[in-house]
């Protein structure tokens, strides 16, 4: 989809405060309401908006260890690649401790962000259930120390 200077600035302004009413956005970009509803009706229905998230401090909600889990998934003759790490993410959308899931071109196959509350509920949710999904053959946890950088996609274009 080709996004306009005005389809640009209405994502903007929704990724700078989700809450924002559309009033408020209408004054931001400088468009009506009926006509920045409109946009964001068409945004949402073309994929580009897919929804709309509180952040929330994990540390409050008892998820307050980051880790990160790479994995090697065995893919033998007859499968390739794409279809065994499908099944992994297939067997990780049920374990709500992996908040992310992303397969990798390099040594590793694939990647998980794995929120916990502590090393032994990490430990629990990487060798218990991780480390016994078919397919996996190898995992490898890094704990991450602190976070620098963590922000919403930058929005370019026109």
């Given at each position: ?8 600035a209405?994502?903007?302004?929704l ?19 009926p006509?920045v509803?409109?946009r ?19 540390d409050?909600?008892?998820a307050?260890?980051?880790?990160i889990?790479?994995?090697r998934?065995?893919h033998?003759?007859?499968q ?6 499908g ?12 908040v992310?899931?992303?397969t ?22 990487v ?29 370019r274009g026109?």
């Amino acid at each position: 989809m080709d996004l306009d200077k005005l389809d640009v600035a209405i994502l903007r302004a929704l990724t700078a405060d989700g809450r924002a009413t559309l009033q408020d956005v209408s004054q931001k970009v400088g468009l009506q309401r009926p006509s920045v509803h409109a946009r964001v009706k068409r945004l949402e229905k073309e994929g580009v908006i897919e929804g709309y998230h509180a952040r929330v401090s994990p540390d409050a909600v008892g998820a307050g260890l980051l880790a990160i889990v790479f994995l090697r998934v065995s893919h033998g003759k007859g499968q390739d690649c794409m279809q065994a790490c499908g099944k992994v993410a297939e067997a990780l959308r049920k374990i709500p401790e992996v908040v992310e899931f992303h397969t990798l071109a390099g040594e590793e196959d694939a990647i998980a962000k794995v929120r916990a509350k502590d090393v032994r509920d990490l430990e629990r949710v990487v060798m218990r259930q991780i480390s016994g999904i078919a397919g996996v053959e190898r995992v490898r946890t890094n704990v991450v120390l602190s976070t620098h950088v963590e922000r919403p996609i930058a929005i370019r274009g026109a």
